[in-house]
């Protein structure tokens, strides 16, 4: 499911903002390092020309939900993902 690759693409982007000690806020870096995550693993679900738009809607709405990417650490408990996921398909 769409959703499941968004989890697990999130949550390697995550391990690995932690082990490069991200500072709080979202850098370029943090931003352009989830872009390729997450179009890669939609790519997998979706048109190729579909997820990149749906990868900008999701970050969008994750830099409004968490303030840094360190805080991505409890997206697997948060049960708006969902939500977020399907308002960037339409």
Do not use: H
């Not at 390697?12 to 870096?29: E, F, N, R, S, Y």
């Not at 790519?43 to 738009?53: C, I, Q, R």
């Amino acid at each position: 499911m769409l959703f499941q690759s968004i989890k697990k693409t999130l949550a390697l982007i995550l391990t690995v903002c932690m082990a490069m000690a991200c500072k709080q806020g979202w850098t370029d870096k943090n931003k352009q390092e989830f872009l390729g995550g997450c179009i890669s693993g939609a790519e997998k679900n979706m048109d190729a020309a579909k997820a990149k738009p749906y990868c900008i809607c999701m970050l969008q709405k994750l830099q409004t939900r968490y303030s840094s990417p360190v805080s991505l650490q409890f997206l697997k408990n948060d049960t708006a993902l969902y939500n977020m996921g399907k308002a960037c398909l339409k």
